[in-house]
């Protein structure tokens, strides 16, 4: 089991900066990969951002490339989301996810176990 517990989200206006964290339980983080997805109201889950096991190797939607970053530091059993240029289409609740597998995957069913999410709110 790994119980995985989101921070960092709040108010911030557009064109303004967050860095998320997801911290997780458990001797064996270093095992996963790791996700964050993200939902707005009215509309689906959506994935964001993934990391390797080792933080070698990232995935991000084509929607936040190049103002999202994804990282991790297994020694702190973390994985963070910095957000740049924040805009107000980027208003949703973001969830980290992790996946015992060997690959990086962006389908949120292919995610064991997730966080309780933490808003984040762009406006003005």
């Known amino acids: 089991q790994v119980q995985l517990v989101e921070s960092g989200g709040g108010l911030v206006q557009p064109g303004g900066s967050l860095r998320l964290s997801c911290a997780a339980s458990?001797?064996?983080?270093?095992?996963?990969?790791m996700g964050w997805f993200r939902q707005a109201p009215g509309k689906e889950r959506e994935f964001v951002a993934a990391i390797s096991q080792s933080g070698g190797s990232t995935v991000y939607a084509d929607s936040v490339k190049g103002r999202f970053t994804i990282s991790r530091d297994n020694a702190k059993n973390t994985v963070y989301l910095q957000i740049y240029s924040l805009k107000p289409e980027d208003t949703a609740v973001y969830y980290c996810?992790?996946?015992?597998?060997?690959?990086?995957?962006?389908?949120?069913?292919?995610?064991?176990?997730w966080g309780q999410g933490t808003q984040v709110t762009v406006s003005s």
């Open positions: 458990g001797s064996i983080f270093r095992s996963y990969v």
């Open positions: 996810a992790a996946d015992f597998s060997l690959v990086i995957v962006t389908q949120d069913r292919g995610y064991d176990y």
